[in-house]
């Protein structure tokens, strides 16, 4: 099945297989997408993935995460990003654009600005985001945010995009309000699971307005929080405790995936966990080294991130190595049986996400009913003719992915591709792939040699 050919709404995907959002720094410090982002998306599309979903562009003018990610705050950006759209349509695939807003957890700034500590409420969180503790929204600055998404939305479709997602996982801003163990709002944007789902809803009814009924729109969203993961401290404990410890649940998600629906969300894209990066999210190891060159580059910018810094810096790795590894292991297509129950409750497209390489398990996962499509980053990274792999009958490539979460905890940092050195003969070889991953086209570079 992963060769035939899907439809959502009119959207026509010539296979099974989606590139899933990578985010990097290819883009200007004010947002806007450069060449190297344009050619970052391109090799997919030349490598013939049958749709590719975008980093999640920022709908905030302030708040991009992590800096040098594109934003969509402006009609300035528009033109820009709608290149690289150009690009990847001199090929059959199709372009999705994936908007977000990383309200009170933003991952990192140049400076510290009171707009990256913006959520649904007042809280701690030890993991994610550099603020000690983020602020709650007025409901001026809730209005505000749903008609960014909005503008946003409107943008996406005047970039050529053939279709919207919006993020509601990833512990970004939505999944902030969703969240029974952050949000402890007492409006009309708190407190019951109806309440919390209030936000996403406000966003996608303006969204509507501003892109039109016949302009596909999907929602990544997040299939069971466990909130416990990773090893996380957020305070304060909010009652019920079940809540505060679990987050959603299945059973919450499938009530809002219903919902989604009558909404008239067109497909859904499922995830799991909560928080970038998390292990229900990432399935794979925990990268320490990369990770502690993240938290050291923005312990400059609160006590929180300082304090953060310094106990990894301070306690020896053969402790901190088992403590950080608490819930990192890898499982394959792990959120695939969870996407089945979304299909049955809503009988919505439905694209998984998280731990898929292998072909027969991508295969029996298609064929099982399990999901209409599967969209992968880790492996696409590692080896961008994956399809092409699957194609000649290979079940996996020579040096698969493995796992090892180095990708997406370097992001933050240094140019997008695959660290794993392990996969590589020399460090040179690896840094050779990763540069290749933004250097300029194939017809360009034919034409200078
Ligand atoms: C380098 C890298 C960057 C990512 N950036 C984003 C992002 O901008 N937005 C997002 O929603 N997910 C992002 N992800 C998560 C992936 O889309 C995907 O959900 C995750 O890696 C699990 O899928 P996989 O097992 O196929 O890698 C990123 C992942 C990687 C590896």
Same mark, same amino acid.
């Given at each position: 099945m992963i060769f035939e050919p899907f439809k959502i709404k009119n959207l026509n995907f010539k296979n099974r297989i989606l590139r899933s959002s990578i985010g990097g720094r290819t883009s200007y410090y004010d947002g806007t997408v450069s060449s190297a982002f344009k050619n970052f998306e391109k090799r997919f599309a030349q490598n013939d993935v049958a749709g590719i979903i975008s980093a999640t562009i920022s709908v905030h003018d302030k708040r991009t995460s992590p800096m040098e990610y594109p934003k969509l705050?402006?009609?300035?950006?528009?033109k820009p990003l709608s290149e690289a759209i150009k690009a990847v349509h001199t090929y059959d695939c199709r372009y999705i654009i994936q908007i977000g807003d990383t309200g009170? &957890? $933003?991952? $990192?700034?140049?400076f510290k600005q009171k707009e990256d500590s913006m959520a649904c409420s007042n809280f701690f969180d030890f993991a994610y985001g550099y603020h000690t503790r983020t602020h709650e929204m007025t409901l001026e600055e809730i209005e505000e945010t749903i008609n960014n998404f909005a503008e946003a939305g409107r943008r996406v479709r005047e970039a050529g995009a053939d279709g919207l997602e919006i993020t509601a996982s990833k512990g970004y801003i939505i999944h902030q309000f969703l969240n029974p163990g952050v949000n402890a709002r007492k409006d009309k944007y708190g407190g019951s699971v109806d309440k919390r789902f209030q936000f996403l809803e406000d966003i996608i009814l303006e969204t509507k307005k501003k892109v039109g009924n016949d302009f596909p729109i999907g929602i990544r969203l997040s299939s069971a929080d466990y909130n416990y993961l990773p090893l996380n401290i957020r305070l +304060? &404990?909010?009652?019920p405790l079940k809540g505060w410890y679990f987050g959603n649940t299945i059973k919450e998600y499938l009530y809002y995936a219903k919902k989604l629906k009558a909404l008239g969300i067109d497909y859904l894209h499922i995830d799991m966990g909560?928080? %970038? &990066?998390n292990p229900k999210g990432n399935?794979?190891? %925990? +990268?320490l080294h990369e990770m502690k060159m993240f938290y050291n580059s923005n312990r400059h910018l609160s006590g929180k991130a300082w304090i953060r810094a310094s106990l990894l810096n301070i306690i020896p790795e053969f402790i901190l190595n088992p403590i950080m590894n608490i819930g990192w292991k890898y499982v394959p297509g792990i959120s695939a049986d969870y996407s089945k129950l979304f299909k049955e409750e809503t009988g919505l497209p439905v694209i998984a996400n998280g731990g898929f390489q292998e072909r027969d398990f991508i295969e029996q996962t298609l064929q099982s009913g399990k999901a209409d499509m599967v969209a992968m980053a880790r492996p696409l990274l590692a080896n961008v003719n994956l399809v092409d792999i699957f194609r000649q009958g290979k079940n996996l490539p020579d040096k698969p992915c493995t796992h090892c979460n180095r990708c997406p905890a370097r992001t933050p940092l240094s140019p997008l591709g695959c660290y794993d050195l392990s996969r590589f003969n020399s460090q040179d070889e690896m840094e050779e792939q990763i540069m290749e991953w933004s250097a300029g086209s194939d017809e360009r570079l034919s034409q200078n040699s």
């Amino acid at each position: 099945m992963i060769f035939e050919p899907f439809k959502i709404k009119n959207l026509n995907f010539k296979n099974r297989i989606l590139r899933s959002s990578i985010g990097g720094r290819t883009s200007y410090y004010d947002g806007t997408v450069s060449s190297a982002f344009k050619n970052f998306e391109k090799r997919f599309a030349q490598n013939d993935v049958a749709g590719i979903i975008s980093a999640t562009i920022s709908v905030h003018d302030k708040r991009t995460s992590p800096m040098e990610y594109p934003k969509l705050s402006d009609d300035r950006f528009v033109k820009p990003l709608s290149e690289a759209i150009k690009a990847v349509h001199t090929y059959d695939c199709r372009y999705i654009i994936q908007i977000g807003d990383t309200g009170g &957890i $933003t991952h $990192t700034s140049l400076f510290k600005q009171k707009e990256d500590s913006m959520a649904c409420s007042n809280f701690f969180d030890f993991a994610y985001g550099y603020h000690t503790r983020t602020h709650e929204m007025t409901l001026e600055e809730i209005e505000e945010t749903i008609n960014n998404f909005a503008e946003a939305g409107r943008r996406v479709r005047e970039a050529g995009a053939d279709g919207l997602e919006i993020t509601a996982s990833k512990g970004y801003i939505i999944h902030q309000f969703l969240n029974p163990g952050v949000n402890a709002r007492k409006d009309k944007y708190g407190g019951s699971v109806d309440k919390r789902f209030q936000f996403l809803e406000d966003i996608i009814l303006e969204t509507k307005k501003k892109v039109g009924n016949d302009f596909p729109i999907g929602i990544r969203l997040s299939s069971a929080d466990y909130n416990y993961l990773p090893l996380n401290i957020r305070l +304060p &404990i909010r009652f019920p405790l079940k809540g505060w410890y679990f987050g959603n649940t299945i059973k919450e998600y499938l009530y809002y995936a219903k919902k989604l629906k009558a909404l008239g969300i067109d497909y859904l894209h499922i995830d799991m966990g909560y928080g %970038f &990066i998390n292990p229900k999210g990432n399935p794979g190891d %925990f +990268p320490l080294h990369e990770m502690k060159m993240f938290y050291n580059s923005n312990r400059h910018l609160s006590g929180k991130a300082w304090i953060r810094a310094s106990l990894l810096n301070i306690i020896p790795e053969f402790i901190l190595n088992p403590i950080m590894n608490i819930g990192w292991k890898y499982v394959p297509g792990i959120s695939a049986d969870y996407s089945k129950l979304f299909k049955e409750e809503t009988g919505l497209p439905v694209i998984a996400n998280g731990g898929f390489q292998e072909r027969d398990f991508i295969e029996q996962t298609l064929q099982s009913g399990k999901a209409d499509m599967v969209a992968m980053a880790r492996p696409l990274l590692a080896n961008v003719n994956l399809v092409d792999i699957f194609r000649q009958g290979k079940n996996l490539p020579d040096k698969p992915c493995t796992h090892c979460n180095r990708c997406p905890a370097r992001t933050p940092l240094s140019p997008l591709g695959c660290y794993d050195l392990s996969r590589f003969n020399s460090q040179d070889e690896m840094e050779e792939q990763i540069m290749e991953w933004s250097a300029g086209s194939d017809e360009r570079l034919s034409q200078n040699s």
